[in-house]
């Protein structure tokens, strides 16, 4: 039986979900179904960290509409990984960050790599995110392509071709086995471009295909009762602790509003 994936565009626009759709869909395996929808009511820019804060709200509400809406797992679009701890909090289903899944399934790759982002505000946040992971060992350099999202989705292919160069030259000067494209953005343009008849470079890791394929083997697993979220300490939710205090928070600060539009 297949699962039923909800991929989250934290952007408040859907310019983009097509091209994650068509990018990502041939992944898909075991009859799964892929659902890629986009935040409402927050802002389209992510760049900054006070318009990240925001979209982080309307992420949460949105990862709790789809659990209602049947979903077997959750990808928040964006390497930042945004709201994504939380999330996992507020519900049951698998909630995964593209950075983190292709962090974890890195080593099967190779023994090291460097990240590539998109541009220079996004690097020292990822070197926050790479020590938060644990990856210090393994991320031998953050660097950018110096790209900013609103502009990719204009130039698919200027993005694809500096991302591949860029990849490989900060590979190459780290003395690295693999990169990895943090972002996802970056990642299906990449994608797009071995469609299109690109050669693939099996040394360019793609967090989409990462964090879908991880998503499916987790939203499987909980499908034959064996994957749980432990309740204990870390992702102990307020709903369990009080559930009436958790729907009073809801109502007074949450975003109460349907969950995007669908593609």
């Known amino acids: ?34 659902v890629v929808s986009n935040t ?3 802002p389209e820019n992510i760049d900054y960290y006070y318009s990240k804060h925001l979209i982080e709200e309307a992420v949460f509400e949105s990862c709790i509409q789809a659990e209602k809406d049947g979903f077997d797992a959750v990808i928040v679009g964006c390497c930042y990984d945004p709201g994504v701890r939380v999330a996992r909090e507020l519900v049951d289903i698998p909630v995964i960050g593209p950075l983190e899944a292709t962090m974890q399934l890195a ?52 993005v694809a071709r500096d991302a591949v160069a860029a990849a490989n030259a900060i590979r190459e000067r780290a003395n690295a086995e693999v990169a990895i494209l943090g972002c996802t953005i970056i990642s299906a ?7 299109n008849g690109q050669p693939r470079d099996m040394a360019i890791l793609n967090p989409n295909t990462a964090a879908l394929k991880l998503a499916q083997a987790l939203a499987e697993l909980k499908q034959q009762g064996a994957y749980g979220v432990s309740r204990k300490a870390y992702y102990q939710s307020l709903a ?8 009073s928070v809801r109502l007074r600060f949450g975003k109460r509003k349907p969950n995007p539009l669908r593609a």
Not at 189 to 195: A, D, L, N, T
Not at 240 to 247: G, K, L, M
């Open 40 to 42: 409402r009511d927050c």
């Open 240 to 247: 369990d602790r009080s559930r009436e205090e958790f729907e």
């Open 107 to 158: 080593p099967y790759y190779g023994h090291d790599y460097v990240l590539v982002t998109d541009h220079h505000k996004a690097v020292p946040y990822l070197r926050d995110m790479v020590r938060l992971y644990g990856e210090e060992a393994h991320c031998l350099s953050v660097d950018c392509i110096d790209w900013w999202v609103t502009d990719m989705i204009n130039d698919t292919n200027g």
């Open 189 to 195: 343009s990449y994608e797009k471009s071995v469609q």
């Open 1 to 34: 039986m297949g699962v039923k994936i909800n991929f989250i565009n934290p952007f408040g626009t859907d310019i983009y979900n097509g091209l994650i759709h068509e990018t990502m869909s041939p992944y898909l395996n075991n009859g799964s179904e892929l």
